[in-house]
């Protein structure tokens, strides 16, 4: 079933990407319990006392999924890999927004999120460091700042990992750990 359901998708991707609107309406079920399983992954990390709603980043994903044009999709791998880095953008936004307000921001400009999530001061600086912290990784090594957003932020498994960046299981073990390590020092050191 399985092995179905990834073929279906794919197929559904491609004949929307071609421009067939009905495709969308067959694609959404199969896409949804799957994008907010990636979501409520990264939430599941939440302090106790502040919550950030599942369904919330998963319909702002999905909006700005189906509002990207001109995009060619290869399969499912690739759809759910650009869900992350737009999993990524809606927290690191909203993050953002939250801290800045915090420190009277004046006018913060709102993401969708503003009222689904809480999120603590700390927290905030957190995923904000973390996306400043990546972003230097993906200078140095693109590949590791892609395992990490895709591990992190929407919660792929090692294996959904390597089958979206086709390589092995044992490369993204490898390095998602130096990934790991690396991060751990330059967020501990940047302090």
Same mark, same amino acid.
């Not at 809480?118 to 230097?136: C, F, P, T």
């Given at each position: 079933?399985?092995?179905?359901?990834?073929?279906?998708?794919?197929?559904?991707?491609?004949? *929307?990407?071609?421009?067939? =609107?009905?495709?969308?309406? +067959?694609?959404?079920?199969?896409? /949804?319990?799957?994008? $907010?399983?990636? #979501?409520? !992954? /990264?939430?599941?990390? @939440?302090?106790?006392? !502040?919550?950030?709603?599942?369904?919330?980043?998963?319909?702002?994903? /999905?909006? %700005?999924?189906?509002?990207?044009?001109?995009? !060619?999709?290869?399969? $499912?791998? !690739?759809?759910?890999?650009? #869900?992350?880095?737009?999993?990524?953008?809606?927290? &690191?936004?909203?993050?953002?927004?939250?801290?800045?307000?915090?420190?009277?921001?004046?006018?913060? $400009? =709102? &993401?969708?999120?503003?009222?689904?999530?809480?999120?603590?001061?700390? %927290?905030?600086?957190?995923?904000?460091?973390?996306?400043?912290?990546?972003?230097?990784?993906? @200078?140095?090594?693109? $590949?590791?700042?892609?395992?990490?957003?895709?591990?992190?932020?929407?919660?792929?498994?090692?294996?959904?990992?390597?089958? &979206?960046?086709?390589?092995?299981?044992?490369?993204? +073990?490898?390095?998602?750990?130096?990934?790991?390590? *690396?991060?751990?020092?330059?967020?501990?050191?940047? =302090?």
């Amino acid at each position: 079933m399985v092995q179905k359901s990834t073929h279906e998708v794919t197929q559904l991707l491609i004949e *929307w990407s071609n421009g067939d =609107k009905a495709a969308l309406d +067959k694609l959404m079920p199969l896409i /949804y319990d799957e994008l $907010r399983r990636l #979501a409520h !992954h /990264y939430m599941s990390r @939440e302090q106790p006392g !502040h919550t950030l709603q599942t369904t919330a980043v998963v319909n702002e994903a /999905y909006l %700005r999924l189906v509002n990207r044009k001109h995009v !060619h999709w290869q399969n $499912r791998a !690739h759809f759910f890999a650009i #869900a992350a880095t737009l999993m990524r953008s809606i927290l &690191v936004d909203h993050a953002r927004s939250h801290a800045s307000a915090k420190r009277g921001g004046g006018d913060v $400009r =709102k &993401v969708a999120l503003d009222e689904a999530m809480i999120i603590s001061e700390e %927290r905030a600086a957190e995923v904000v460091a973390l996306d400043e912290a990546l972003g230097q990784l993906a @200078e140095i090594d693109p $590949r590791q700042s892609r395992i990490v957003e895709m591990r992190f932020f929407a919660g792929l498994t090692i294996e959904e990992t390597a089958e &979206v960046l086709s390589l092995s299981p044992a490369t993204i +073990k490898r390095e998602w750990s130096t990934a790991k390590a *690396w991060l751990f020092h330059e967020m501990n050191n940047s =302090k």
